[in-house]
């Protein structure tokens, strides 16, 4: 039941552009993305409450197709502070079991 | 705002014994959820309440484990008798409302607990 992200990992180089993928077998209600640096609580990001809206915050961005019950995450011109775990997530119901996606570990290097 | 607020930031503990996870959840939200981070399942939702009321607990693994929340600004997540496949980081957070598929979840430090 736990939405798969892929990459697994990524390492990007400072200025390139990345994207994380989220699919769920099930139907989703919304999407929620987090990122979670080593050794720290997950941070919320954005999100995703209908099929086909887009959001962005500086040169972070997600997109939701509900048909197909996945959502992309995508990070333009990375910057060093991007480094860290990506988890989408979402209520797998309209209840209130939420679950985590497998996550995907990004790092940018100089 | 100070937060979630979880404590102890780290456990050191021995098979057996009795543990005890604590959190405060940010003023005025109403919604409380216990996760376990570990690296072979990643996050998991363990407990989830709304107003005090425990609303899912399905993700509980077992008996050993149990959640109270007395009152709107605090939680406790108890495990006993703790074994070694315990040792994860425990996190709290907290939302608003209900805990519905719109809302924000603020997560706390987590703490680390090790069971030798």
């Known amino acids: 039941q736990q939405p798969v992200q892929s990459p697994q990992a990524v390492i990007l180089r400072e200025g390139e552009d990345a994207v994380i993928n989220c699919s769920s077998s099930k139907a989703l209600y919304s999407v929620h993305w987090y990122r979670q640096k080593h050794g720290e609580a997950p941070v919320f990001l954005m999100i995703l409450l209908k099929g086909g809206e887009q959001k962005g915050h500086e040169k972070i961005s997600a997109s939701f197709n509900e048909k197909k019950q996945q959502s992309s995450l995508y990070l333009t011109a990375s910057q060093l502070s991007y480094s860290g775990t990506y988890f989408c997530g979402t209520p797998m119901n309209t209840g209130n079991q939420f679950y985590f996606g497998t996550g995907t570990s990004l790092t940018v290097i100089p | 705002d100070a937060g979630v607020i979880q404590s102890p930031r780290h456990e050191v503990t021995e098979m057996g014994q009795e543990v005890t996870l604590r959190c405060k959840p940010i003023?005025?939200?109403?919604?409380l959820f216990w996760y376990r981070q570990t690296m072979m399942r990643g996050l998991e939702l363990l407990i989830y309440?709304?107003?005090?009321?425990?609303?899912?607990d399905s993700g509980m693994p077992e008996d050993r484990f149990s959640a109270k929340m007395p009152n709107a600004s605090f939680s406790t997540l108890k495990i006993q008798p703790s074994e070694p496949r315990d040792s994860a980081v425990y996190f709290c957070a907290s939302s608003l409302g209900a805990g519905g598929p719109e809302e924000t979840q603020y997560f706390g430090p987590g703490t680390r607990l090790l069971v030798l």
């Open positions: 003023s005025g939200h109403n919604s």
């Open positions: 309440f709304n107003n005090n009321v425990p609303i899912d």
